[in-house]
């Protein structure tokens, strides 16, 4: 809706202490360039360095589907190091818990929230997400 972007950046340059026509023709200008435009909505109304956010798609997929492998690998910890029966059930879901806890208490270098609140909810969520597949999983041994 570049009618109402082009209105806000009117309203972030006249707060900055522009003259209303003065701050609405600047963003007019800014409007009429694509890449202008994004690079201002992006330090204007987001805080935000265009220049410092690159990435790519493809880099992200990437990052992703490795972590995701790696966090997988996790509650196998046990069973690779020859345990069986409850007892690797037991230590891999200490295993899946501890790494939960501690990923959501890494979180906060990024949230700035508390480290224990943190790594509690992403704890309570990751466990429960395991709670319902295995129960899915269940069910589905039970229909097949």
């Known amino acids: 809706m570049p009618d109402e972007e082009q209105e806000e ?11 209303r026509a003065e701050a609405e023709e600047v963003a007019r200008r800014l409007m009429g360039d694509e ?3 994004l690079d201002a909505m992006t330090r204007e109304e ?10 790519s798609p493809n880099a992200a997929a990437g990052s992703s589907f ?4 790696l966090g997988a690998v996790v509650p196998l910890v046990p069973y690779l190091a020859g345990a069986g029966g409850w007892t690797a059930v037991l230590a891999g879901v200490g295993c899946a818990a501890v790494s939960l806890f501690g990923i959501g208490a890494l979180i906060t270098l990024l949230t700035g929230r508390s480290a224990w609140s943190s790594g509690t909810r992403q704890l309570v969520f ?18 097949i």
């Open 66 to 69: 490795v972590l995701f492998a």
């Open 35 to 37: 890449q202008a435009a």
């Open 9 to 19: 950046l009117a309203l972030i340059y006249e707060a900055k202490g522009l003259p």
């Open 126 to 143: 990751g466990l429960a997400a395991a709670g319902v597949t295995f129960g899915l999983g269940a069910l589905a041994s039970l229909v």
């Open 46 to 55: 987001l805080g935000l360095d265009p220049d410092q956010l690159g990435g």
